[in-house]
């Protein structure tokens, strides 16, 4: 515990813990569904003539359906939100203001897993993908 407080920021450890007791309270609001698990554009193919292809299924369960976009929301909609505004366009809805919170704080949730895993095993990269995902969402609830 001792690592994360030391590479932390005061307002990165305050959105942390404000996360961690706000989740399990918004759950019951957030739909359930079958979802393919690691939906980032990674596993996405494209094709001009077919459209969009997903692969990748191996952690494809039920699960919270803002989970899917945790990776999307905190790696790219953050600083492209026209990108997101295009993504629930083909989606066909916006989320609701449960699930829009949900997302929020499962974003929040995978940053500071990121860090705390990066400082744990050694790894800076993983350590950088946490302060910067952390820093912007700090920014982002401000």
């Known amino acids: 515990m001792a690592l994360i407080t030391e ?19 918004c759950a019951p609001a957030t739909p359930v569904v079958y979802r393919h698990g690691d939906y980032a554009t990674r596993n996405w193919l494209w094709d001009p003539r077919r459209g969009l292809g997903v692969i990748d299924f191996a952690k494809a369960a039920p699960g919270p359906l803002v989970e899917e976009f945790v990776w999307l929301h905190g790696a790219v909609w953050l600083q492209r939100p026209d990108l997101r505004a295009a993504f629930f366009d083909g989606y066909g809805r916006e989320l609701s203001q449960a699930e829009e919170r949900a997302l929020q704080l499962l974003t929040v949730r995978l940053a500071a897993s990121y860090l705390a895993t990066g400082l744990t095993q050694g790894d800076a990269a993983l350590v950088e993908r946490g302060r910067h995902g952390l820093d912007r969402l700090v920014r982002a609830s401000r």
């Open 7 to 25: 590479a932390t920021t005061a307002a990165q450890r305050a959105l942390v813990r404000d996360a961690a007791l706000e989740l399990s309270r």
